[in-house]
Antibody, heavy 118, light 110 residues
Framework: QVQLVQSGSELKKPGASVKVSCKAS????????MNWVRQAPGQGLEWMGW????????TYAQGFTGRFAFFLDTSVSTAYLQISSLEAEDTAVYYC???????????WGQGTLVTVSS | QSALTQPASVSGSPGQSITISCTGT?????????VSWYQQYPGKAPKLMIY???KRPSRVSNRFSGSKSGNTASLTISGLQAEDEADYYC??????????FGGGTKLTVL
């Protein structure tokens, strides 16, 4: 079945970097774009952007430029989210979600909790 | 891009119907039918419930339905059940390959 499996929780200090992985299975990875969504503690969903899995070209939402990077390793059907210069405000659960037909997200990864604390 | 507007909470008794609204602008919801709805239980990943404003994946109960009029999309749940208690989020295509979510609605089954 179609599945996205994300890497485990991370605890990082302010200023460090983190890389979250999202491994896809059950479908042809390069046939569907991948989106990233953030959910801060007790807050709603926030769309971060997406990456074209054919070209590797990323698109970032406002507020997610500069310190955020999406990239791929198509040889292992995996998408990555890297966040550099981490701040306490980056503490959140990060989800990857497959983009179907360019207009809905299904399925979603299980989420990765990133905690930034000194 | 501002978040779509949803009520913070709605509630209903078992067996009743409830509707959750999602209001955007002519630049997002008002310009197409690319609205989707997601259900999220605490500590779990969101799950797709409605896509393209009115379509339902085969695995989703037919008690869930979607509609859209102008700049507002709606999710209706009929025959409310205890298991429907969750957070619900709308999402709309916002042009130039971008998306925007609503703030989320907490559904309480009384």
């Amino acid at each position: 079945q179609v599945q996205l499996v994300q890497s485990g929780s991370e605890l990082k200090k302010p200023g460090a970097s983190v890389k979250v992985s999202c491994k896809a299975s059950g479908y042809t990875f390069t046939h569907y774009a991948m989106n990233w969504v953030r959910q801060a503690p007790g807050q709603g969903l926030e769309w971060m952007g997406w990456i074209n899995t054919n070209t590797g070209n990323p698109t970032y939402a406002q507020g997610f430029t500069g310190r955020f990077a999406f990239f791929l390793d198509t040889s292992v059907s995996t998408a990555y989210l890297q966040i550099s210069s981490l701040e306490a405000e980056d503490t959140a659960v990060y989800y990857c979600a497959r983009d179907v037909a360019g207009n809905w997200f299904d399925p979603w990864g299980q989420g990765t909790l990133v905690t930034v604390s000194s | 891009q501002s978040a779509l507007t949803q009520p913070a909470s709605v509630s209903g008794s078992p067996g009743q119907s409830i509707t959750i609204s999602c209001t955007g602008t002519s630049s997002d919801i008002g310009s197409h039918n690319l609205v989707s709805w997601y259900q999220q239980y605490p500590g779990k990943a969101p799950k797709l419930m409605i896509y393209e404003a009115t379509k339902r994946p085969s695995r989703v109960s037919n008690r869930f339905s979607g509609s859209k009029s102008g700049n507002t999309a709606s999710l209706t749940i009929s025959g409310l059940q205890a298991e429907d208690e969750a957070d619900y989020y709308c999402c709309s295509y916002a042009g130039s390959t971008t998306f925007v979510f609503g703030g989320g609605t907490k559904l309480t089954v009384l």
